[in-house]
């Protein structure tokens, strides 16, 4: 009898367990599968349907009959678990990322591969197994995660923090910042941050995030979080009013590279038919003339990280302005003749 009882209960909770990670079942198939007729089959689903209406925090989930897929589903808000096809692109995006080392990215994978069943995980590992065995991380190889977790909870309670940060010349830095972001670009998770050692409240009245003036004054600076050496929370919190907030789509919209600069309004000509990743790349940007396979396009962009990504599309592009771009391109060019003796 108590057999027989265990048999049932592991039954219902493999059922209930495939519903949940999206899977649609069928009662024949089902019966088969544990070796009971389709009413004990029948009589399981209707138990995980009392169960789940007697549940407050399950309010949302109904488990309903497809005459479609000819099998049962389980439907609702609650019922977020990513299907194979999901899980596989965010695998795909996480390698080619290269923003963890492998320990970190074994295990972010594994994670996310366990939710699945063994056939579809082993389909999926199979997949991605020659790119996972060849996966280079980056030189720095230092772990991330718990980082990126810690200094999101002190942006979330905006605590002022003492930092000390190895630059690229490997010159350690000392600084209290005041963070307000943590954003991912090109290879790194990088800490938005405002110095605390600013002159004056930089809260105390409305000002623009993108002005020059904001810019130039360093009040805003970009971390890479890699380089963080530690960090400690100092006992005070910051002030920041709602419309004063750090608005990330905005900022992202606007910066090449994590590398800031002016923000400037820069005008160029672009020479060819695919324009759409240059649109792709600059979401500002908006054309303003096209004669066949030139275009006229101007975009709102930071000034230093889109010098880097105006000389890598070569003779492609044209600065048009602002005069002081158009320039310091000369410069650039100039020195590069003089490198290669042209």
Known sequence: MYKEKDHRVHRILSIYERLVKGKVLNKEQLALEFSVNNKSIQRDIEQIKFYLANQPEY???????????????????ENQNLKREGLL??????????????????????????????????????????????????KHNRDVLDKVWELSEIIHNRQIIEVSYIRGDHKRLRRH?????IMFSDFYFYLIAYMEETKYDLYSRKYDLYSSETLNNNYLRVFRV??????????RQFYLPY????????FRKRIQFMFLGELIKLKFEFYGSKIEPVLDR??????????????????????KGIVMWLFSQSSSIKVLSP???????????RRLSNMYNL
């Open 282 to 303: 600059l979401p500002t940007a908006t054309i303003l003339e096209q004669d066949f396979d030139k275009y006229v396009i101007e975009a709102e962009v930071y000034g």
């Open 177 to 181: 910042l005041k963070p307000v972001s």
């Open 243 to 250: 419309s004063n907030r750090f608005e990330e789509g905005e």
């Open 89 to 138: 692109a965010m695998v795909k995006i996480l390698l080619a990322s290269r923003a963890f080392n492998e320990k970190e990215m074994n295990y972010l994978i594994n994670t996310l591969l366990n939710q699945l069943e063994l056939s579809d995980r082993k389909l999926i590992k199979e997949l991605i197994g020659n790119e996972l065995f060849n996966y280079v991380p980056l």
């Open 323 to 333: 005069p002081s771009l158009v320039e310091e391109m000369k410069d650039e060019l």
């Open 59 to 77: 309010a949302s989930l109904e488990l309903k009959y497809s005459r479609k897929y000819r099998g049962y589903q389980l439907l609702g808000s």
């Open 226 to 235: 890699d380089r963080f050496e530690n960090y400690r929370v100092i006992n």
